[in-house]
């Protein structure tokens, strides 16, 4: 678990960490990631259909901690129990900086039906010939396996805060413009101003935004990571 992954360019914007961790200590991000390693989001389609999944967590050299996943839902975080605040407030400490590593080990277990099928991750085939495969599944060592970003993806899914979440009740992965693409939609777009752009560039010239909830997503954008400088208008 990193500190905050973005390089900003900006004296200005570099401070509003620490603002931020002041006020908010990164709790309510550090949760909603806990939560979605208890859940075993990352397990994305496997999970559906499992009789039972367990998720065993070690955080660096502590003892395991074992996590009945189909307890924790996908889409409320606030069902937190001590077993995931535990694990948040570690989270919580790395992502203000009070350790500078935290080490997390997490090992999934689902139990399926004999025989039933398994969604690994997909490879991406940019030149696809005539009678070439279209679809290869990736694999490790032969072994049916996910992509890191595919992982990253199901850990960010925090995002409760878009305009359209009270009609569709379904958390989506942090992104710059809230795009979820497998519905080819963003749900965070510049017309609105609810992007992270503008939240961005408000947010850097030291302007207070609507809520906390613009202020977790601003700062889950910059845990996720990119190059960011504020904008160079008047």
């Given amino acids: 678990m990193?500190?905050?992954g973005?390089?900003?360019i900006s004296n200005l914007c570099a401070t509003k960490p620490n603002s931020y961790i002041q006020q908010y200590g990164f709790t309510e991000l550090a949760k909603r990631y806990a939560l979605n390693i208890a859940n075993a989001?990352?397990?994305w389609r496997n999970r559906v259909g499992a009789e039972k999944v367990e998720v065993i967590v070690t955080v660096n050299d502590q003892p395991e901690v074992s996590f009945n996943a189909l307890e924790y839902p996908l889409h409320d975080f606030d069902q937190v129990d001590e077993k995931v605040q535990n694990l948040a407030n570690q989270i919580a400490?790395?992502?203000?900086?009070?350790?500078?590593y935290l080490l997390i080990k997490i090992e999934a277990y689902a139990l399926v039906g004999k025989a039933q099928e398994v969604y690994p991750s997909e490879e991406l085939v940019l030149d696809k010939g005539k009678g070439d495969k279209s679809k290869i599944l990736y694999h490790v060592n032969d072994v049916a396996a996910m992509h890191s970003q595919k992982i990253g993806n199901a850990l960010r899914t925090v995002d409760t805060w878009y305009p359209e979440f009270d009609e569709k009740k379904t958390a989506i992965a942090i992104e710059p413009y809230g795009a979820v693409t497998n519905l080819?939609?963003?749900y965070r777009t510049p017309k609105d101003k609810k992007d992270f752009f503008s939240l961005f560039d408000k947010y850097a010239l030291g302007e207070s935004l609507e809520n906390p909830e613009q202020?977790?997503?601003?700062?889950?954008?910059?845990?996720r990571g990119g190059v960011f400088g504020q904008s160079g208008k008047e």
């Fill in 215 to 223: 202020e977790h997503y601003v700062m889950a954008v910059l845990v």
């Fill in 184 to 186: 080819g939609k963003a």
């Fill in 2 to 4: 990193a500190q905050l």
């Fill in 93 to 100: 400490q790395a992502l203000r900086g009070e350790i500078p």
């Fill in 41 to 43: 989001r990352f397990l």
């Fill in 6 to 8: 973005a390089l900003c």
